[in-house]
């Protein structure tokens, strides 16, 4: 009598998609992002006095630029990839293609029209364009590579070999992705989130100096650096080494960084984030990481939230760095209100997210 073998996960066949929690969660997430960043900031609602569709038949704008163009069609790949990365299993890949571009363009209208009621924001027949542009660049990407390296390959099988199965692992790695989002912000330190002075302003709890604004800044990089590796190594099986997974993420969020700042500000601000503090944080917790890595899976899902609320309290009483305060009123005033308000956003909500996704993850995860 032979043994059986052991259940082995293995990709689909040529010419099927798998099913992904992960890449719906992401699409949704995303819309609510492009809604937000479009209707933002929410206020001065008016009555429409055009017919609601005018805008659609109405000449070419008057006054656009190059750079907004092109953030109006980059804005809207995503969307497309994600699209269509669901639509797949379901589909053909020409059908999933059509569908994702029709669902982007018509969001995107129907965003538009609303815009119509806002007084800082103007609905553009230009705009509608160049979202239903991007959204079919994202949706051509998606079937010639994103299927191949997300839902059938590469990813797919490293997400197998190396973390725990489920619907919940999988939005832990939405919550990851919303981090890495989060990078974008440049109004709080590296990796820190949870900056809640903008909805109920107070005045400073410290007086900025120097030396203190350095320690400071160094516990906030530490602990949300340490948190973070901890709940990606909570997702792993046991005994499964992160560290390519760990150092692809780390990369990642710090090139994000660097983009943000390179695009946001001037050039010899790419590396804004490169300070004494910040140095000083990043070995600190990575340490720290080390030696807490051998503790319980449950106890280290523990110690990553209660690390991000330590992180987030130090946000909230650390005085404001005048030289960041000044870039960051430049750039909020400029073409990128809307991504400032949406960044900030996701930046302030992140923590109470990630707290709330590990007790989850406390509740359910294995030993």
Request: aromatic letters at 12%.
């Amino acid at each position: 009598m032979t043994r059986p073998s052991a259940q082995v996960d293995l990709p689909p066949r040529a010419g099927s998609a798998r099913r992904s929690r992960l890449v719906r969660y992401l699409a949704v997430g995303y819309t609510l992002l492009v809604a937000y960043a479009t209707l933002y900031p929410f206020h001065g609602w008016r009555a429409l006095g055009d017919p609601p569709l005018g805008f659609v038949l109405a000449p070419w704008p008057r006054y656009y630029t190059l750079s907004d163009v092109l953030l109006n069609v980059l804005g809207y790949v995503p969307l497309g990839f994600l699209l269509t990365l669901a639509l797949l299993p379901m589909v053909s890949r020409r059908s999933a293609v059509v569908w994702a571009t029709l669902g982007g363009t018509l969001l995107c209208l129907g965003l538009e029209t609303t815009q119509q009621f806002l007084p800082e924001r103007v609905a553009s027949n230009l705009d509608v364009l160049a979202n239903g542009l991007g959204s079919l660049i994202g949706a051509l990407l998606a079937i010639t590579g994103g299927e191949r390296w997300i839902l059938n390959g590469h990813l797919y099988r490293m997400r197998q070999r190396v973390f725990l199965h489920g619907a919940v692992i999988d939005f832990g790695f939405f919550v990851l992705l919303m981090w890495l989002f989060t990078q974008f912000n440049p109004e709080v330190w590296l990796f820190g989130n949870g900056d809640l002075r903008w909805l109920a302003p107070v005045s400073p709890s410290l007086q900025f100096n120097p030396a203190s604004y350095r320690w400071l800044e160094s516990g906030v990089t530490a602990f949300n650096l340490t948190a973070i590796c901890l709940m990606i190594a909570a997702l792993a099986k046991t005994r499964r080494r992160v560290g390519g997974p760990l150092l692809a993420l780390v990369a990642s969020a710090l090139a994000l960084k660097s983009a943000a700042a390179l695009t946001l500000f001037v050039a010899s601000d790419a590396v804004l984030w490169l300070t004494p503090g910040s140095m000083l944080g990043i070995p600190a917790g990575l340490l720290l990481f080390l030696a807490l890595l051998r503790l319980p899976r449950r106890a280290m899902v523990g110690a990553s939230a209660l690390l991000l609320l330590f992180g987030a309290v130090l946000v909230n009483i650390a005085p404001e760095n005048p030289y960041l305060e000044a870039a960051v009123q430049t750039w909020q005033h400029g073409h990128f209100l809307s991504f400032s308000g949406l960044t900030r956003l996701v930046s302030t909500l992140w923590p109470a997210l990630a707290c709330i996704y590990l007790l989850w993850l406390l509740r359910t995860a294995p030993e």
